[in-house]
Each structure stands twice: as structure tokens, then as C-alpha cells.
């Protein structure tokens, strides 16, 4: 297994925790790819995956799509994600993902995930390609790839990432461990609650209001 690293330390509001030394080069070539691309069409990146790894999307227009994972998620509405309401959520998307319902992600159903639900996994870096069309991110190669780019928290691939065992498939038991996990992660005043304040922005997030905020010059 690879040696981990901390997520770097200059990046406002990020969690500290322990990831793969990928992930974590390719968290630093998507903060660098957000720093240094130009304007980009907001339809290509209003995308927001929730920490166990379900995709929302938003139309060119909307506000960025977290609030609405995070409404959801909030089932009693107290403005704070509780440790039950956030293995709740991913629980959820787990049973949305086990096609077959035998209680297992396996490889069919977690390709299914990557080709179909979540296709934004496949490796791309965002920016904009002449051959592509406007809307569409470019390829540059598997080091910048994957959900880190529109998540909380730097995993390219979270459903496959809670296969702990190596076992080529998800067990429930192993899906509510790694939401256990994340939980923990984005709790950083460890107060059992995850209040909206906590949650970082996600690199597109970020990349978004850039964009947004250089437009918003330009029309002055």
C-alpha cells in the first residue's frame, strides 16, 4: 500500500486527514488546474458528489448543487448533518447502487457506477477542448481524475475506495465503515454534527465562483 500524505495545509478550509500519495498528487494538480484556467462554462462543472460518491447536477444556472445533497441529507431539518442522518444518506446510495439487491456492490455494479451513474470519475481535468466542444472537460491523464474534483474530500473513486479488503466488491458493512470515516473527516470541530459551515468547497466550487466572479468584472 502507498505511503499517505496530508492534504496540503495552504488550501482554505480543507480537512485534514490521511489519503494516498495519488490522490493527493492529484489533488494538487486540481487546485493548479483551477488556478490557472481561464473562464469555464459553469454547465461543465455545477457537479457536486456527495462523500459516499452519488453525483448532483445542476443546469448551467443553478447555485452550486451541495445544498441540495446536504438538504436531503438533513432529514430533521436542524440545519446540521448528525452522524445517523450522514450513514443514512450513504446507506441509501449504496442500495441505489446494488442493482441486484444481494446486499454487495460487485464489479458489474460498480462499473455501472463509473460508466453510467457517475461517468465524471473517468479520468478528466476540466478545461476546454477545441475537438470536445465547449461543455465538455478535456483529457490529461489518470493522475487528475476522478470525483476529487467535485468533492469534499480528496477520493477519486469513494464507492471503490470502501473496498477495504481488496475483494473486488462492497459489502454494506464496508460502505457505512467508510461513511463512518468520512464522517469523522468532515467533522472538524468534532462535535458529533456537521454543520453547513464545516464543509470545504469543492474544487469546482471554487473554480465556479473564479469564473463567475471574472465575468462579474468584465460586465462592469
Known amino acids: 500500500m502507498s505511503q499517505t500524505q496530508s492534504w496540503p495545509a ?76 450522514f450513514v443514512a444518506d450513504a446507506v ?35 478545461g476546454i477542448s477545441g475537438e470536445r466542444g465547449q461543455d465538455e472537460p478535456r483529457r490529461l491523464g489518470p493522475a487528475i481524475s476522478g470525483a476529487a474534483f467535485y468533492s469534499l474530500l480528496p477520493e477519486d473513486e469513494p464507492v471503490a475506495s470502501d473496498d477495504t479488503d481488496f475483494d473486488g ?11 463512518r470515516r468520512r464522517f469523522a473527516m468532515l467533522d472538524r470541530n468534532h462535535d458529533g454534527r456537521i454543520d453547513r459551515a464545516e464543509l470545504p468547497k469543492t474544487p469546482a466550487e471554487r473554480m465556479m465562483a473564479r469564473s463567475d466572479s471574472k465575468r462579474g468584472d468584465r460586465g462592469h
Not at 43 to 56: A, L, Q, T, W
Not at 169 to 179: C, F, H, M, P, S
Open 10 to 85: 495552504s488550501m482554505p478550509d480543507a480537512p485534514r486527514h490521511r489519503l494516498s500519495g495519488r490522490a493527493w498528487l492529484g489533488a494538487c494538480l486540481l487546485l493548479f488546474a483551477c488556478a490557472t484556467q481561464p473562464d469555464v462554462p459553469r454547465g461543465s462543472i455545477n457537479i457536486f458528489f456527495s462523500p459516499s460518491g452519488e453525483p448532483f447536477r445542476g443546469e448551467p444556472s443553478d447555485p452550486y448543487p451541495k445544498d441540495v445533497w446536504f438538504n436531503r441529507a438533513d432529514t430533521n431539518h436542524d440545519g446540521a448533518l448528525s452522524e445517523d442522518e
Open 92 to 126: 441509501s446510495f449504496f442500495h441505489k447502487l446494488d442493482l441486484n439487491g444481494d446486499g454487495v456492490i460487485d464489479g458489474a455494479e460498480l462499473s455501472a457506477y463509473e460508466q453510467k451513474t457517475a461517468p465524471e470519475i473517468l479520468p478528466r481535468v476540466v
Open 169 to 179: 466488491k462492497i459489502t454494506l458493512a464496508e460502505a457505512i465503515a467508510g461513511a
